[in-house]
T-cell receptor
């Protein structure tokens, strides 16, 4: 593994189903983030984690949950998917939360029907 | 809240120069980032400004004026591979990134 990986690459999901998007980084970065990207709206922060064991809410957290059991993994869970959660989801990481740039994973394209 | 504005689209000719403007109003300021995103791919880091002035990196330069809440990204000697979206992002007082909607640049031969 080099950098950040996400799985799955894409998924079609029925409304009401539970779904977990996976994110793994091998850079030993402390901070990790989940964004969604929608046409015309840009990237919006869903949840973040400054360090293993801690998480926080971003701009659009409703309907999503995260956990950070260790440094490398930061899964995003949709408990009961709705069509408005159709989007491209990007995971990102940075060495710290202050002045370092964020590195992005390849994204997961999720369609909720 | 955070408000970040940039033009939706720009078109330029191969070999030319294009300037993408970004204006922002944020709660606190801890730096401004520019990212490049090709269609269907992840954003990749281009530049970072935290002090006023110009940062040059090869064909790309980025300028910041904190007092005016303004930045621009300058792309020189445009190449076809520069066709992409360019995202302006501001790190606010909470150290979280807020992104503009992005500017799609199309380079024509």
């Amino acid at each position: 593994i080099a950098g950040i990986t996400q799985a799955p690459t894409s998924q079609i999901l029925a409304a009401g189903r539970r779904m977990t998007l996976r994110c793994t980084q091998d850079m030993r970065h402390n901070a990790m983030y989940w964004y969604r990207q929608d046409l015309g709206l840009g990237l919006r922060l869903i949840h973040y984690s400054n360090t293993a064991g801690t998480t926080g809410k971003g701009e659009v957290p409703d309907g999503y949950s995260v956990s950070r059991a260790n440094t490398d993994d930061f899964p995003l869970t949709l408990a009961s998917a709705v069509p408005s959660q159709t989007s491209v989801y990007f995971c990102a990481s940075s060495d710290s939360t202050d002045y370092n740039e964020q590195f992005f994973g390849p994204g997961t394209r999720l369609t909720v029907l | 809240g955070q408000n970040i504005d940039q033009p939706t689209e720009m078109t330029a000719t191969e070999g030319a120069i294009v300037q993408i403007n970004c204006t922002y109003q944020t709660s606190g300021f801890n730096g401004l980032f520019w990212y490049q995103q090709h269609a269907g791919e992840a954003p990749t880091f281009l530049s970072y400004n935290v002090l006023d002035g110009l940062e040059e990196k090869g064909r790309f330069s980025s300028f910041l004026s904190r007092s005016k809440g303004y930045s621009y990204l300058l792309l020189k000697e445009l190449q076809m591979k520069d066709s992409a979206s360019y995202l302006c992002a501001v790190k606010g007082g909470d150290y979280k990134l807020s992104f503009g909607a992005g500017t799609t640049v199309t380079v024509r031969a």
